[in-house]
């Protein structure tokens, strides 16, 4: 079993910067990649971005490509996401997900592991 523990949500304005950090212990050693999910009120969880374990591979949904920055320590198990020029739409919780297996990094249903998650409000 691995646990996913989330920090580092808020409230801020758009425009500002977020980094939101999820930490990884337990089973580590067999985790292939690690991912952002997020859920916004009424829509259905989506994609953000994910990372490979090994030879860190990303993989960002189009809609944060150009603004949130994912990175991993694998010293400290720790997956990082740097958020900047955040916007209204960015509003939702957040979810660290971790995956055994290889396979489409933006499929949720492909993650073993989930955080409880954590609230990110962008206001105008």
């Known amino acids: 079993q691995v646990q996913l523990v989330e920090s580092g949500g808020g409230l801020v304005e758009a425009g500002d910067s977020l980094r939101l950090s999820c930490v990884a212990s337990?089973?580590?050693?067999?985790?292939?990649?690690m991912g952002w999910f997020r859920q916004a009120p009424g829509k259905e969880r989506e994609f953000v971005a994910a990372?490979?374990?090994?030879?860190?591979?990303?993989h960002y949904a189009d809609s944060v490509e150009d603004r949130f920055t994912i990175s991993r320590d694998n010293a400290k198990n720790t997956v990082t996401l740097q958020m900047n020029s955040l916007k209204p739409d960015d509003t939702a919780v957040y979810y660290c997900?971790?995956?055994?297996?290889?396979?489409?990094?933006?499929?949720?249903?492909?993650?073993?592991?989930w955080g409880q998650g954590t609230q990110v409000t962008v206001s105008s």
């Open positions: 997900a971790a995956r055994n297996g290889g396979g489409y990094l933006y499929i949720g249903t492909q993650y073993d592991y």
């Open positions: 337990g089973r580590t050693f067999r985790l292939y990649a």
């Open positions: 990372i490979t374990w090994i030879g860190g591979s990303i």
